[in-house]
């Protein structure tokens, strides 16, 4: 029986893709890459737990080469980036080949740069296998790498040809992996949609087709007004990860996964939106309480130093020169820049965390 497909048309800067997240999709791949593969040859970059999907995929396909990274964090580096395009070099491609990434936001995000950067740039295919990179970091066409001095540092902007959601691939994910991939759905809803967010409820993993593609509709309409960043609109995607990002810091990364993170500084967002935008607090209740739903973390593990955290808030690049741009939600649904929100706002805010 033919499974339906959901279809999110997407633009991004000049360019227009389709996101297509449903059942089966990976079985029905030669298909659905037809329109961006061509004839190109492909190469296929996954990670050492998606490498039995990209080998299946890789057959699909009729023998595509598969490259696979160690997985983890550690992978996002500019050395892994020059090994891969080796690996590349040295398979044959050129710039008539093409990328495909089969993997989370990491596999996703370096994927992304080498097809970026690769004779100055090949098509890319997103194959996310987690949640976190359906509903989130394969749409957008932020593609980049980790420095030494902090994450995500180095990076190019180049938008995916397609993207493949495939629902069957989450069936091999761990709990808390899926878990935390919430944290980015429900952070669409605050900051865009209250009808999505009333209806938002624990899931099983059948029931997940329709929420990925509104979650992908949301930032896709986002990142479609504000490609780069300038205008404010894509910065409300940060919703949550002013203070989530510092708490990962501050913890050590690992210690606390990128989604449990946004989950306890969209807490803090919302205490300060309290004080700054007008938020009423059963509303933020309805938030931590979601969170909670989702078994997502609402109060800080023992052992993470909230000095830590600020210090980490103040060493982000949005604090650099003094002025403070911090995303507020003045009610459900909605979500904005505010300029009024204070360094001792922040400290109150973690401070009851
Ligand atoms: N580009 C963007 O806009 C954007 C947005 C948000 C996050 N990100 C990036 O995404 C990354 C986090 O993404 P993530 O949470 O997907 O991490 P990840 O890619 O490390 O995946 C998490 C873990 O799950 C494993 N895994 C992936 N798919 C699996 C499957 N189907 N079955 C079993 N195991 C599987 C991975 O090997 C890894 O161990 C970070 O590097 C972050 O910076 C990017
Ligand atoms: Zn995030």
Do not use: W
Not at 11 to 30: E, I, Q, S
Not at 92 to 121: M, T
Not at 141 to 159: D, F, M, P
Not at 309 to 318: C, E, R, S, W, Y
Request: net charge negative; proline share 4%.
């Amino acid at each position: 029986m033919a499974t339906s497909i959901h279809r999110i048309e997407i633009t991004g800067g000049t360019h227009r893709y389709d996101a297509l997240v449903g059942r089966g999709l990976l079985n029905r791949a030669p298909e659905l890459l037809r329109p961006v593969v061509d004839e190109r040859r492909v190469a296929l970059i996954c990670d050492t737990n998606t490498q039995r999907l990209a080998g299946r995929l890789a057959q699909r396909l009729g023998g595509a080469e598969v490259f696979a990274i160690p997985a983890g964090e550690e992978s996002k580096s500019l050395e892994q980036v020059s090994v891969l395009c080796d690996q590349l070099i040295a398979a044959g491609c050129d710039r008539s080949a093409c990328v495909i990434g089969v993997g989370g936001g990491v596999v996703g995000d370096l994927s992304g740069f080498v097809a970026a950067i690769f004779e100055r740039g090949i098509p890319h295919v997103q194959v996310p296998t987690t949640l976190l990179a359906m509903a989130d970091s394969s749409i957008g066409g932020k593609t980049g790498v980790n420095a030494r001095a902090g994450k995500n540092l180095i990076g190019a902007i180049h938008q995916p040809s397609l993207v493949l959601a495939d629902l069957d691939t989450l069936d091999s994910l761990p709990e808390r992996e899926l878990r935390q991939g919430f944290a980015e759905i429900i952070k669409h809803a605050v900051i865009r949609d209250a009808a999505m967010f009333d209806s938002l409820q624990p899931f099983d993993r059948g029931d997940l087709a329709s929420l990925v593609a509104r979650s992908i509709e949301i930032k896709a309409a986002i990142v479609a007004a504000d490609e780069r960043e300038l205008t404010g609109e894509r910065a409300l995607l940060n919703f949550g990860h002013t203070v989530g990002h510092a708490i990962e810091r501050a913890a050590g990364y690992g210690q606390l996964l990128h989604g449990e993170a946004i989950s306890l500084g969209m807490v803090a967002a919302c205490a300060i939106s309290m004080k700054r935008a007008g938020l009423a607090p059963a509303q933020r209740d309805r938030v931590v309480a979601m969170l909670q739903q989702f078994g997502l973390p609402t109060s800080l593990p023992p052992g993470v130093s909230r000095e830590a955290i600020l210090d980490a808030v103040q060493f982000d690049k949005k604090f650099r020169g003094g002025a403070v741009r911090f995303v507020v939600t003045p009610r459900l649904g909605e979500a904005c820049l505010s300029t009024d929100v204070t360094i001792d706002d922040i400290r109150e805010a973690v401070g009851n965390l």
